[in-house]
């Protein structure tokens, strides 16, 4: 009796499909894991950056209470208290 041939099996690392080219049952678990494993990576690196974002306002909320005292605008009130921080603490900087 002859031998039945198995029926050519595609490459593992090539998705499986169905005949009419949707992915088949097998694969969509491995896709929503990927995707679900994108998509912590990106809400972990949204919680770094907002974590920065606010170190970043929290430095500058003397600034901003600051300005809110003068009525002025927080821009101006920053450019000023670097050229106050620059004439006492840098001397040599401005004789040049």
Request: aromatic letters at 6%; glycine letters at 4%.
């Amino acid at each position: 009796m002859p031998r039945r041939q198995p029926s050519p099996q595609p490459p593992s690392s090539a998705p499986r499909t169905t005949n009419d080219g949707r992915p088949s049952a097998t694969t969509l678990p491995t896709s929503s894991r990927v995707e679900a494993n994108a998509l912590a990576d990106l809400k972990i690196e949204k919680a770094a950056v907002e974590g920065e974002r606010r170190v970043f306002e929290a430095d500058l909320d003397p600034v901003k209470y600051l300005a809110t005292l003068l009525g002025a605008a927080a821009e101006v009130v920053f450019q000023w208290f670097i050229l106050a921080v620059a004439l006492l603490l840098d001397r040599p900087a401005v004789i040049l």
